[in-house]
Antibody
Framework: EVQLVESGGGLVQPGGSLRLPCAAS????????MDWVRQAPEKGLEWVGR??????????EYAASVKGRFTISRDDSKNSLYLQMNSLRTEDTAVYYC???????????WGQGTLVTVSP | DIQMTQSPSSLSASVGDRVTITCRAS??????LGWYQQKPGKAPKRLIY???SLESGVPSRFSGSGSGTEFTLTISSLQPEDFATYYC?????????FGQGTRLEIK
């Protein structure tokens, strides 16, 4: 069974940093692109970014709203995905989801989400 | 960036009704579009991929159509468990973009 489990959410002050891990199991993690998606309270879904697999040199893509502040990385040896968030703003307050290869035809898998609150 | 304009933003309907939700892309996305259902406090769940392919395990009352810039999600006969928020997602080009959502409520 495919499972994605995010952790690391919490309360952080504006300007602060936070790192969100996403633990993957039930599939060959190293084969897949991985995505982060967020959802501000009572708002819609926003794609945050993607990291490709080793065959595609672990290259990344980001939404303009987070580019230069957020970094996506992965450790295939640990079946883990990460979202490093720096220079956090109040508008980054959201539930953050990791997802396996959005758009791929082999099934659609998301974690349960972790809440990040940026507040003084 | 490709803008996804979803309509309506909210919809009231009754059990048994047929409903249609539309997403319009600001430029062509071929068939690189999915439809998602989200219930409160839960992660989104994909219903349709590649614009018109039904995800495994999803009831056949859900269907998708379209290509290029115009897409529709149709629910042929609403069931109580279908009341939720629906989103489209284009994954043709970066940044990926979601529609703003359609909240489907019980009339």
């Amino acid at each position: 069974e495919v499972q994605l489990v995010e952790s690391g959410g919490g309360l952080v002050q504006p300007g602060g940093s936070l790192r969100l891990p996403c633990a993957a199991s039930g599939f060959t993690f190293s084969d897949y692109y991985m995505d982060w998606v967020r959802q501000a309270p009572e708002k819609g879904l926003e794609w945050v970014g993607r990291i490709r697999n080793k065959a595609n040199r672990y290259t990344t893509e980001y939404a303009a709203s987070v580019k230069g502040r957020f970094t996506i990385s992965r450790d295939d040896s640990k079946n883990s995905l990460y979202l490093q968030m720096n220079s956090l703003r109040t508008e980054d307050t959201a539930v953050y989801y990791c997802a396996r290869d959005l758009g791929a035809r082999g099934g659609d898998y998301w974690g349960q989400g972790t809440l990040v609150t940026v507040s003084p | 960036d490709i803008q996804m304009t979803q309509s309506p933003s909210s919809l009231s309907a009754s059990v048994g009704d047929r409903v249609t939700i539309t997403c319009r892309a600001s430029q062509g996305v071929r068939n690189d579009l999915g439809w998602y259902q989200q219930k409160p406090g839960k992660a989104p769940k994909r219903l349709i991929y590649a614009a018109s392919s039904l995800e495994s395990g999803v009831p056949s009352r859900f269907s998708g159509s379209g290509s290029g810039t115009e897409f529709t999600l149709t629910i042929s006969s609403l069931q109580p468990e279908d009341f939720a928020t629906y989103y489209c997602l284009q994954h043709n080009s970066y940044p990926f973009t979601f529609g703003q959502g359609t909240r489907l409520e019980i009339k």
